[in-house]
T-cell receptor, first 115, second 111 residues
C-alpha cells in the first residue's frame, strides 16, 4: 500500500510570495495533520483536519491556512512568505481524529526554502 | 503548555545497547511515541506506549515508561550502523489532536 505522499519534494520561493503544499493520505485514512520542522528542531504542529473540518490548530500566524478535500487529500497554504518559513513541512495521516488510539503516519515532507 | 525534553546526542559502538531518554511535562498524556528520522527523510513510526503500561517490547526495541517521573526511554538492543538517525520522542496533546515532539536525539553508531 502507498504511504503518505507529498508534493512537491522541494520548493524555492522568495520573500512575500505564496506557496501551496499538497498531501495525499494513506488509503482509508480520513485525518490529515501538518507539521513544520525547522532545521535542528522537532516538528511543530500546524493543523489537523478530519472530514474536511479543522480539528486543531497550533501556534502559527494567520498566514498559514489549510483545507481538506472530499477525497481526504489536503493542501497547506502559506502567504507572505518570510525567511523564517524555510523548513521541512510534514504531512501525517491517521484513520480518524479521535487521537488516543490514532497513530499518525508521516510522509517524506516538502523542503521549502525562502530566499 | 506541554514540553518534551531529550538529550541531543548519543554515541555507541555497533553491537552495544542504546538508551535514549525523554521527559515530558503533561501527566495527562495518554499515548507516547518514538519516531525515527534519517537524513533528508520524513518520520518513521518505531513504536508507541499507552500511559497505563510500564513497558513494551517490540523485537530489538524496548520502551519503558515511568509515569510518576514523566520519563520515557527507548532501548535499542544490538545497535547496528543502520540505526544511526535522529530519534524523536512525542506525546499526544490533551485535545488528542497534535503530537508534541522533543528536539530529537542524534544516535551515532560506530563500527
Amino acid at each position: 500500500d502507498a504511504g503518505v505522499t507529498q508534493s512537491p519534494t522541494h520548493l524555492i520561493k522568495t520573500r512575500g510570495q505564496q506557496v501551496t503544499l499538497r498531501c495525499s493520505p494513506i488509503s482509508g485514512h480520513k485525518s490529515v495533520s501538518w507539521y513544520q520542522q525547522v532545521l535542528g528542531q522537532g516538528p511543530q504542529f500546524i493543523f489537523q483536519y478530519y472530514e474536511k473540518e479543522e480539528r486543531g490548530r497550533g501556534n502559527f500566524p494567520d498566514r498559514f491556512s489549510a483545507r481538506q478535500f472530499p477525497n481526504y487529500s489536503s493542501e497547506l497554504n502559506v502567504n507572505a512568505l518570510l525567511l523564517g518559513d524555510s523548513a521541512l513541512y510534514l504531512c501525517a495521516s491517521s484513520l480518524d481524529a479521535r487521537g488516543e488510539v490514532d497513530t499518525q503516519y508521516f510522509g517524506p515532507g516538502t523542503r521549502l526554502t525562502v530566499l | 503548555g506541554e514540553d518534551v525534553e531529550q538529550s541531543l546526542f548519543l554515541s555507541v559502538r555497533e553491537g552495544d545497547s542504546s538508551v535514549i531518554n525523554c521527559t515530558y511535562t503533561d501527566s495527562s498524556s495518554t499515548y507516547l511515541y518514538w519516531y525515527k528520522q534519517e537524513p533528508g527523510a520524513g518520520l518513521q513510526l518505531l513504536t508507541y506506549i499507552f500511559s497505563n503500561m510500564d513497558m513494551k517490547q517490540d523485537q530489538r526495541l524496548t520502551v519503558l515508561l515511568n509515569k510518576k517521573d514523566k520519563h520515557l526511554s527507548l532501548r535499542i538492543a544490538d545497535t547496528q550502523t543502520g540505526d544511526s538517525a535522529i530519534y524523536f520522542c512525542a506525546v499526544l496533546n490533551q485535545a488528542g489532536t497534535a503530537l508534541i515532539f522533543g528536539k530529537g536525539t542524534t544516535l551515532s553508531v560506530s563500527s
